[in-house]
Structure formats: C-alpha cells, structure tokens
C-alpha cells in the first residue's frame, strides 16, 4: 500500500505571493493533519481534518487555511507568503491514534 | 498547556553499543499517548514506538524500548545493539487522549551512530 504522499517536493516563491500544498492519505486513513517544521526545530500543529471537518487548528494567523475532500486528500493554503512561512511543511494521516507521515514539501520564500 | 522537552540536543553512540535518549513532559492529562519518531536526513518522519499512558508495561520495538516512569512525567528511548542506520533526528511526542491527532514535538535530538 502506498503511504503519505504529499506534492510538490520542493516549492520557491516571493514574499506576498500565495501558495497550495497537496496531501493524499494513507487509503482508508479519514484524519489529515498538517504540520510546519521550521529549520532545528520539531513540527509544529496547523490543522487537523476529519471526514472534511477541522476538528483542530494551531496557533497560526488567518493567512494558514485548509481543506479536506471527499476522498479524504487535502490541500493547505498559505497567503501573503513572509519569508518566515520557509520551512518543511508535513502532513500526517492516522489511524486510531497514530500518524503517519508523508515526505514533506520544503517551502522556500525569497 | 502540554509540552514536551528533550534535553539533549545531539548524542552519540558506537556501533553496537546502546544508547538512551531523554524526553520529559508536562500534562494535567491522566489519558494520553507518547511516542517517538525518526527522521532521517530524507526528511520523511518515521514512527518508532508508541506508549499508552494507561498501561504500565514499557513498550518494546525489536531494538526500541521505552522507560516510561508516569509519576515523573518521564519518557526515554533506548536504543539497543545501534546501527549505522540508526542515525537521524528523534522526536519525542505527545498526543491526548481525546477527540484530537494533535501531536506536540519535541525540539530533537541528533544521534550520531559511529562504526
């Protein structure tokens, strides 16, 4: 079975622009979290959705947004890019209470 | 608020030999999980063990094993007979128990595995 996948791997953009990122779960996985891992540091929490509801949000501005389709793969939207928005961002889809995690999407703001 | 602390920024260990590494945290939670994750220069986060708040028996991996010490809010991993594979940045986590994935991370460490 195939894991996490997440796309694109590597991503460049300029402050101010706006940015999508793309997770498909784990098959039969209904949870997707996503997670932003700056540079030295562990993953911090941006959003948890489950059967296409948010059922939890981190503490991240309004500029962070995300969604969940029906067949469970999600997106996360970022607006008005700051160069602090580079970091690797990851997304996990679980069952029970674990997660698994995808390879990441290094996003790099200049 | 939860968190989770690992106080050792970088370890290393022979090959072969057997290594620990720490994580403490802090809860008002009496039902929650703890894990431990690998990730590996290719970035992709591996779960490594998981622990059940209310079960009192240490988890074992294969070579992963866990001291888990609830009244001292304690978590370590131990790493026995370490590969050169083993090398990589290990999280510790921490996960409620209820309605919620959230994980809370924390800040690493780097174990280096010599030959």
């Known amino acids: 079975d195939a894991g996490v996948t997440q796309s694109p791997t590597h991503l460049i953009k300029t402050r101010g622009q706006q940015v999508t990122l793309r997770c498909s779960p784990i098959?039969?996985?209904?949870?997707v979290s996503w997670y932003q891992q700056v540079l030295g540091q562990g993953p911090q929490f941006i959003f948890q959705y489950y059967e296409k509801e948010e059922r939890g949000r981190g503490n991240f501005p309004d500029r962070f947004s995300a969604r969940q389709f029906p067949n469970y793969s999600s997106e996360l939207n970022v607006n008005a890019l700051l160069l602090g928005d580079s970091a690797l961002y990851l997304c996990a889809s679980s069952y029970l209470y674990e997660q698994y995690f995808g390879p990441g999407t290094r996003l790099t703001v200049t | 608020a939860q968190t989770v602390t690992q106080s050792q920024p970088e370890m290393s260990v022979q090959e072969a030999e057997t290594v620990t590494l720490s994580c403490t945290y802090d809860?008002?939670?009496?039902?929650?999980?703890l894990f431990w994750y690998k990730q590996p220069p290719s970035r992709q986060m591996i779960l490594v063990i998981r622990?059940?708040?209310?079960?009192?028996q240490n988890a074992t991996e294969n070579r992963f094993s866990v001291n888990f010490q609830k009244a001292a809010k304690s978590f370590s991993l131990k790493i026995s007979d370490s590969q050169l594979g083993d090398a990589a940045m290990y999280f510790c986590?921490?996960?409620?128990?209820?309605?919620?994935?959230?994980?809370?991370f924390g800040t690493g460490t780097r174990l280096q595995v010599f030959p």
């Open positions: 986590a921490y996960r409620s128990a209820g309605n919620t994935d959230k994980l809370i």
């Open positions: 809860t008002s939670e009496s039902d929650y999980y």
């Open positions: 622990q059940e708040a209310y079960k009192q």
């Open positions: 098959s039969g996985h209904k949870s």
